[in-house]
């Protein structure tokens, strides 16, 4: 209630309607959001009775797309021969072109062409179909953003660095992705690569050609 509350206010006082406020915040813990993996896509997929619901799980964690902006896309705005789809993306108001994955492209081809690759009638109907998929396959009860959040973590323990993967998501700001995606690792021994060399990690050293004396 603060946040949005006080955002308001301070806008209204920018176009002086009012005075600007500072709001002392209660503290609260955070919590730690859950990213879906391919495995939990895989399973959720396996388990979901309706293709569309399975393939729009797919499609948020391949793309990172938000859930409103997937259910937005029209299969005019999918190019399957170069694998792209066109995202209207709503938080920052413009579009991105996002590259389809060849296991998302075959799931898209397989698709009935409805209106929409993703015939439902709104956001309700989406999470009905989803939360019956979760429940028959019996896996943790992740929400549609985790997809989003899937996409993030798996890239940034691949090694993609944050500026690249705020591009591919369509997010505002790189330190967004860092502050709200990255994980510390809770494997201590990890410092043990900072004094990696090929003795530590039990390579022989290349041997020197010796000269033959004639």
Not at 139 to 165: K, M, N, W, Y
Not at 194 to 206: A, C, E, R, S, V
């Amino acid at each position: 209630m603060i946040v949005p509350t006080q955002a308001i206010i301070n806008h209204c006082a920018e176009m002086d309607l009012c005075a600007p406020i500072k709001i002392r915040r209660f503290k609260f813990e955070t919590k730690i959001k859950v990213p879906a993996t391919l495995e939990w896509i895989e399973a959720f997929r396996k388990h979901a009775d309706r293709a569309d619901v399975g393939v729009l799980a797919l499609f948020m964690f391949a793309t990172g797309a938000r859930i409103a902006e997937s259910l937005a896309v029209q299969w005019d705005d999918i190019d399957l021969q170069a694998r792209t789809v066109l995202i209207r993306q709503t938080k920052i108001g413009n579009e991105r072109s996002a590259h389809l994955p060849q296991s998302l492209t075959l799931a898209l081809a397989n698709l009935p062409r409805k209106a929409k690759p993703f015939a439902f009638a709104g956001h309700s109907a989406a999470l009905g179909a989803w939360e019956r998929a979760v429940e028959a396959a019996g896996i943790e009860p992740l929400t549609f953003h985790s997809c989003r959040h899937g996409f993030a973590t798996a890239l940034l323990q691949r090694g993609v660095d944050v500026v690249t993967i705020a591009k591919l998501g369509g997010w505002k700001s790189p330190a967004h992705v860092f502050q709200t995606y990255g994980h510390a690792s809770d494997d201590a021994t990890l410092t043990d690569r900072i004094f990696d060399t090929p003795l530590t990690q039990g390579k022989k050293q290349p041997q020197r050609k010796q000269r033959v004396r004639s």
